[in-house]
C-alpha cells in the first residue's frame, strides 16, 4: 500500500496516466454476517489496494470490488474459500474505459442541438456550452459562478428563470461531486438545455422556467473531473493537497459537509476515498454550496444532488439508520420522480433512506440540505446503470439518462408548483 501510494504520488507528479489493464470488477453477494464481517474488513484494511465501487453495507446488498490483476487469484481464493457468492461485472476496466469513448452515433439522434451529448465533454467545453445556451436564450438563462475550486476553476451554474422577482423558489440541482461519476455531470447539462430550449414550445416547462428559479451546477468538483480524463479515471476526491506525510491528495466532497461531520462511513485518513477532510467545510468546494445555499436558504424548495451508480432515488438521513419525521412527503415526491423517469425508456429507480438502501455515510450534502438549511425535499439520486458498466457507462447512454432524469425532475417540480 504505502508502496503503491509512492507510484501514485510519483505518478501525479510526473503526470504520468494510471491504467487498468487487467482489472477486474467483481460483484459479491454476501449471505450471512460472517461473510458481510470479511468483505467489510477487506474494505477497510488499508492494505488492501481494492477500489469500492459499491462498498459492503448489509446482508442482502450486492458489493462491487475492483480488483488489480496482480490480487485477483488471491482475493478469488479467499472469497471462494468463505463462500461468497460471485460473479464478473467488468472483465477488464482498462477495455470498459475505451468503449465508454466511444460517441453515440449520429444517426440515431433526434436533433442536431443533442450531438453535444454523444461524449462525455471536457470542463471547458461544458462551461463553453453552458455559456452559448445562456447567451442565446438571455431573457431566461445566464450564468454565474458560486466560487472557486481548490484548483480554481470556477464553480460555474446556470441560473434558469422567468425574471419577474428575485425571491420566486428556488430548484437546485448539482453533479460531478464524485470526480468519477460522469454520467451525473453530462445529465445535469442535459436537464438545463431541456428546461431552455422546451421553454416555448412545452407549456408545463414554461411554467416551471416561471415558476422557479432553477441553479444547475453540473461539475461541483471540476479539479477532480478533469483529474479523471487526464491521470486517473477512478479518481473520486477534490484535489486538494493536505499535510499527509504519505502525500495523499484529496478529500471526499461528500464527507465535508457540516451535519455531522465525520459521525459515520467515513475516514479521517487522508488516503482514504472516503476521507473526509480536515474539518467541515474544508473543501472550497462545498464551502461555496453551504454559503450560496444558506443565503437563499427559505426559497429553497428542492434539492438535489446527482451521483452514479445503482438507480436509485436517495431521501436522507445518511448518517442513521431513523427515518426523519418528513419521511412520507420525502418519499412521496421521490415516488413521482420514479415513476416519470420509468415512464421514458422503462429504468427502475428504487427508493429509500440512503442508509437504509445503501450504507451509513455522514457528512453528505442531502443531509446537510435537509438536517440544516431546512429544505425538506433533499435527494442523492444514483444514476444509471446497476453495475454492468457501472462508473464507465458508455457515452451512448448519456441522452437516455437525460431524457428520463428529466422527466423525473420536471415531474417532482410541477408537483411542488401545486404545493406552492
Ligand atoms: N453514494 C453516495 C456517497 O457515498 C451516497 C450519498 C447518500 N447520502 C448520504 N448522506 N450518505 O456519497
Ligand atoms: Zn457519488
Known sequence: YFFSDALDLYRHRSHEKRYYRGYKVLRLYPSNSEQLRLLHDLAESENSELD??????????????????????????????????????????????????????????????????TKYQRINDIHNYLENLAAENSPIASILSIGKSYEERDLKAIKISKETSNDKPIIWIDAGIHAREWISIATAVYIAKE??????????????????????????????????????RMWRKTRSVGTSVWGCIGVDANRNFGFKWNQGGASSNPCSDLYAGPKAFSEPETKAISEFILAR???????????????????????????????????NLANIAVKALNSVHGTKYQIGSSTNLLYIAAGGADDWAYG????????????????????????????PSGEETFAAVKAMALALKNEL
Not at 474505459?97 to 460517441?103: D, G, Q, R, V
Not at 431552455?196 to 479539479?223: H, R
Open 297 to 331: 436558504k427559505n426559497q429553497v424548495k428542492l434539492y438535489i444532488a446527482t451521483h452514479s451508480y445503482s438507480q436509485l432515488w436517495l431521501t436522507p438521513w445518511g448518517w442513521t439508520s431513523k427515518l426523519p419525521d418528513d419521511y412520507d412527503d420525502q418519499y
Open 195 to 232: 428546461l431552455i430550449q422546451n421553454y416555448n414550445s412545452d407549456p408545463d416547462i414554461k411554467s416551471l422556467v416561471d415558476t422557479f428559479e432553477w441553479y444547475i451546477l453540473p461539475s461541483v468538483n471540476p479539479d477532480g473531473y478533469e483529474y479523471s480524463h487526464d491521470y486517473n
Open 372 to 399: 440544516v438549511a431546512g429544505i425538506k425535499y433533499a435527494y442523492t439520486p444514483e444514476l444509471r446503470d446497476t453495475g454492468r458498466y457501472g462508473f464507465v457507462l458508455p457515452a451512448s447512454q448519456i441522452i
Open 52 to 117: 469500492f465501487w459499491l462498498p459492503p453495507s448489509s446482508v442482502s446488498r450486492p458489493v462491487d470490488v475492483m480488483i488489480p490483476p496482480e490480487r485477483f487469484h488471491q482475493i478469488k481464493h479467499l472469497l471462494t474459500a468463505n463462500h461468497i457468492q460471485q460473479e464478473i461485472l467488468v472483465e477488464d476496466v482498462d477495455k470498459a474505459i475505451e468503449n465508454e469513448k466511444t460517441p453515440a452515433p449520429y444517426s440515431e439522434l433526434r436533433s442536431t442541438s443533442s450531438v453535444f451529448f
